[in-house]
């Protein structure tokens, strides 16, 4: 009895190490594969009214910058000059502006005199002002011409056939005239009177006329 007591205990503990013996572990659960991160460029959004909206009123105008008459515009001419006894007395000052964008010589004179007060205070070689008269379409070559002449010549070519009269170029609280006869300005026009220093000529001028 005992004997068979020993056999069975040692199937047993034979059987007990067999179940409970050095297995190895379970092998892990593979992980899920992850996720690629996410583009960091968010999409473009659709343009929208109010972006429409945006671009249209930043936008520059290529055909409004190219129109050459916006840069050959008088800059705030001031009216009719007054004219008195075939002659007329108009300004110039330092914001480069004459304070009249027309004159009319009467068709009565013969001669007509035009004189210029510059009413600012910037000296000559600064802010110098005179007066040119020439056919429109020759005031922009009348001026460049000029640049040659420098400030001893007025900024006016010598002698030359484009310019029909011109004042004598001053500074700030200077005076000076030039007479003419008005049948210079009576044919083919448009004329223009205008400051050949450099610079001004594209803004500060007027129209004369016989009328």
């Known amino acids: ?36 991160a996410p583009s960091p460029t968010a999409p473009a959004e659709p343009a929208t009214a109010d972006t429409q909206a945006t671009d249209a009123a ?3 105008d290529p055909a409004a910058s190219a129109d050459p008459s916006a840069a050959a515009a ?21 914001a480069m502006r004459y304070n009249v ?7 009565s004179c013969t001669e007509f005199t035009i004189t210029l007060r510059h009413t ?39 002698d030359d056939p484009r310019v029909i009269a011109h004042t004598e170029l001053v500074g700030g609280g200077g005076t000076t005239s030039v007479t003419f006869p008005a ?3 009576s044919g083919d026009g448009p004329y223009e009177f205008f400051c050949s220093f450099p610079g001004h000529w594209s803004v500060m ?3 004369i006329r016989v009328g």
Do not use: F, W
């Open 120 to 158: 600012g205070q910037l000296p000559v070689a600064a802010m110098g002002h005179n007066v040119v008269i020439s056919l429109a379409s020759d005031r922009a070559a009348v001026a460049a011409d000029g640049i040659a002449a420098g400030v001893e010549g007025h900024y006016v070519p010598a």
């Open 101 to 107: 964008g027309s004159i009319t010589v009467p068709s």
């Open 1 to 36: 009895m005992n004997a068979k007591l020993a056999t069975l205990g040692i199937a047993c503990a034979l059987a007990l190490a067999a179940c409970g013996g050095d297995a190895p572990p379970p092998a892990a659960a593979p992980s899920p594969a992850a996720k690629p």
């Open 58 to 60: 930043g936008a520059t």
């Open 183 to 185: 049948s210079a300005i």
């Open 205 to 207: 001028r007027g129209t």
């Open 74 to 94: 008088p800059a705030e001419a001031a009216g009719e000059a007054v004219v008195s006894n075939c002659a007329t007395t108009i300004e110039g000052d330092d």
